[in-house]
């Protein structure tokens, strides 16, 4: 009888000491302190790199457009027709206004 109530106690100290490190374990891995900074620092570094190089390419792909278009745009209109074209709209629209 003895025998077998000490196996009981004896099992059962070691269980909850299992219990007790395990849960100390985690609580110690969850603490603030032992947050990876320089981990988090160089994550930080390295999404800031690849923002500002994504800025970088966005703008180089923009600049690229506006100068394909300004060199190939069919629809182009030189200075002298984009002047013509506001003296007509201003004659046409002083007669019309004229005339209501």
Not at 2 to 7: D, P, R
Not at 22 to 28: D, G, L, M, R
Not at 32 to 53: D, I, S
Not at 59 to 75: K, T, W
Request: with cysteine; hydrophobic share 40%.
């Amino acid at each position: 009888m003895l025998k077998i109530k000490s196996k009981k106690i004896m099992s059962l100290t070691l269980c909850s000491l299992m219990a007790v490190s395990i849960f100390s374990t985690v609580i110690a891995e969850a603490h603030p302190l032992n947050a990876p900074v320089f981990f988090e620092t160089e994550q930080r570094a390295a999404y800031r790199h690849e923002h500002r190089m994504e800025r970088e390419r966005m703008e180089h792909e923009r600049e690229r457009r506006i100068e394909y278009a300004r060199h190939h745009d069919s629809s182009a209109r030189s200075e002298g027709e984009v002047i013509t074209a506001r003296i007509v709209g201003a004659v046409v629209g002083a007669i019309i206004a004229k005339n209501t």
